[in-house]
């Protein structure tokens, strides 16, 4: 007998009718979506899966064509490739700013499409080349990335970020209001404080699209030694093109007009990928 057209729902966020049952996206979620920080952390693996494409209407071509590969919970990433290889778009993918067009990503053995834009955001913390800060002090622009973090979580994730020295020179330390998108302070102090903003946010998977590009190399080595320490159990990508980055990561992906063309370890690049090395050699060049 086939049953009628209404449909009755269960504490689980599904809803069954005459043609089966499927998960509810406009109402509430499925109990599980509610935990997706715990599903990334149980799972053990926050990565892709299947041949990864993504286009849009206004771009012809694949940026992505048969992007395949996993990262494990805990793995440090470097995404590398020359300019416009696919590097922003592969990263933008993650907290589902785009879904794919073909292939499916995973995260924690979920398709990433079955999980809400707001847990996996909740679940994401990215820090971009140009941090946007708002006219506020350094404290509350930190604060910003957890709404609950305490004075003292602030401060030890501006210790963290290499901000330690910048703030004992500002008479006002944390308390310092920095202008309208930070316009008191230099590149380099805006990306560190949205370094530790999005340590205080505490999220599974992070993110740095270019985030140590305005500091030196000095100051960048600090903050990539605190930074993988800090995020020791997290997952961490780092889109970039200076090679310090590399040094602390456990694989590299090399992107190249939108296909993966060689990942491994940065010794298993330096001798089996001369994409690579010729890569490798022009940023040396530039740094």
Request: one cysteine or more; proline letters at 3%.
């Amino acid at each position: 007998m086939i049953a009628p057209e209404s449909s009755s729902k269960s504490i689980t966020g599904r809803e069954t009718t005459a043609t089966g049952i499927r998960l509810i996206r406009e109402a509430q979620p499925p109990r599980w979506k509610l935990y997706a920080l715990s599903i990334i952390c149980m799972h053990g693996v926050a990565g892709f899966t299947g041949a990864l494409a993504y286009s849009t209407r206004l771009i012809a071509k694949l940026a992505l064509r048969n992007v395949s590969f996993d990262i494990k919970a805990g793995e440090k990433v470097a995404i590398i490739g020359r300019s416009g290889s696919g590097k922003s778009t592969l990263i933008d993918l993650v907290p589902r700013f785009h879904d794919p067009t073909g292939g499916t990503i995973r995260i924690g053995g979920y398709n990433a499409s079955d999980i809400s834009n707001e847990s996996m955001r909740a679940a994401t913390a990215l820090i971009s080349q140009d941090v946007f800060l708002f006219d506020s002090t350094i404290l509350e622009n930190i604060r910003d990335g957890n709404a609950g973090a305490s004075d003292e979580d602030v401060e030890r994730a501006a210790r963290r970020a290499a901000l330690t020295e910048t703030l004992g020179n500002m008479p006002a330390g944390l308390q310092t209001v920095v202008g309208p998108n930070g316009s008191s302070l230099s590149g380099g102090q805006k990306q560190r404080i949205g370094i530790a903003r999005a340590l205080v946010k505490d999220a599974d998977i992070c993110v740095f699209d270019e985030a140590t590009s305005a500091l030196d190399v000095e100051t960048e080595k600090q903050v990539l030694e605190n930074v993988t320490k800090e995020l020791d159990h997290k997952t961490v990508l780092f889109v970039t093109h200076r090679p310090a980055t590399l040094d602390y990561v456990d694989r590299i992906l090399l992107l190249d007009e939108g296909r993966l063309v060689s990942i491994g370890t940065k010794k298993e690049l330096e001798t089996g990928s001369e994409q690579y090395r010729a890569l490798l050699n022009i940023a040396m060049k530039e740094s």
